[in-house]
């Protein structure tokens, strides 16, 4: 069985998060190379840019077998945890043009250091030679986690629904919904990628595969969207 749950681990960083990176590369490249520098474009490129730069630890570490292994995780999931703050200040921008950067800047740090405070709580992540250098995260970490992101979610949901109920042109609405069928479908993959650091059951992995897959045309429905048109 730890044969089993060590091949789908491998398969998960290098295939499919290989796969999350190289698109995500392209999304990213699309939106900087030939085109005019905006603070919205730079809000919304840093969802990916986060994620990628998480996905990119995770592979570095999959193989060691060191305790800093467990400075590389925190580091790995900080970024990906982060990343979620940013379509948020994309809503306040497009809602309050004016508002200040300074407003955004605090919002944004408070995430981080809320995501921070949890992630370095004693016990809340282990990962050492009993664990064979896979993370195992404490329930305790997933209540913490659902409870703040469930608030993030609802919030970022909200401004999204109302932004899409102040759009009147037809074939903008139709990319509005785009964006948040993507967000939805991102925000489930992240609830998924909780659990599955938590609870190690081997069914449940196998299907987290399969629901890792689904990361790509959710991602795919936030830029088609919004972020072709920035």
């Known amino acids: 069985m730890e044969l089993v749950l060590n091949y789908q681990r491998y398969f998960f960083t290098y295939f499919i998060q290989l796969l999350v990176i190289v698109f995500y ?14 603070y919205i474009r730079f809000v919304f490129v840093n969802l990916y840019f986060f994620i990628v730069l998480g996905l990119i630890i995770n592979i570095i570490y999959i193989n060691l077998q060191d305790p800093i292994v467990y400075p590389l995780h925190v580091l790995a999931t900080f970024f990906i945890f982060f990343a979620i703050i940013f379509p948020l200040i994309f809503d306040l921008l497009l809602l309050y043009p004016k508002s200040s950067k300074f407003k955004h800047f605090l919002i944004i740090t408070f995430h981080g250091i809320i995501i921070t405070l949890f992630l370095n709580i004693p016990g809340n992540i282990v990962i050492n030679e009993t664990t064979n250098w896979r993370p195992i995260w404490s329930w305790q970490l997933l209540i913490l986690l659902y409870s703040y992101l469930s608030i993030i979610f609802l919030i970022t949901y909200y401004y999204h629904v109302n932004i899409y109920m102040k759009i009147h042109d037809n074939s903008l ?31 449940f992995t196998t299907i987290y ?8 045309p959710f991602s795919y429905l936030l830029y088609k969207g919004i972020g072709t048109d920035l």
């Open 209 to 216: 595969i399969f629901i890792s897959l689904g990361l790509i």
């Open 173 to 203: 609405k139709k990319k509005w919904k785009l964006f948040l069928f993507g967000f939805v479908g991102m925000s489930l993959y992240l609830y998924s990628g909780i659990l599955y650091n938590t609870w190690k059951n081997p069914i």
């Open 25 to 38: 590369s392209i999304i990213l490249a699309k939106m900087i190379i030939n085109k005019k520098a905006s």
